[in-house]
């Protein structure tokens, strides 16, 4: 990710309300300076199978 703080799951399409098994992030996500494709941090997340997230920055 570009900037360093705190990210939050916005959206999940494994979500049970969209027929999934619930797989995802509930808690807030926080960059680390671990440097990752060519972005200067990165976060731990969990990737859900053939699911889509979106996750946005606070603040």
């Known amino acids: 990710v570009p900037e360093p703080g705190a990210y939050r ?3 999940n399409s494994d979500r049970p309300e969209y027929g999934g098994s619930g797989h995802g992030n509930p808690e807030c996500l926080w ?3 671990i440097p990752w494709s ?3 941090y990165s976060i731990r997340l969990t ?3 053939l699911a889509v997230i979106v996750i946005k ?3």
């Open 9 to 11: 799951e916005v959206f």
């Open 31 to 33: 960059a680390e300076p």
């Open 38 to 40: 060519d972005r200067p």
């Open 47 to 49: 990737l859900p199978p």
């Open 57 to 59: 920055r606070e603040g």
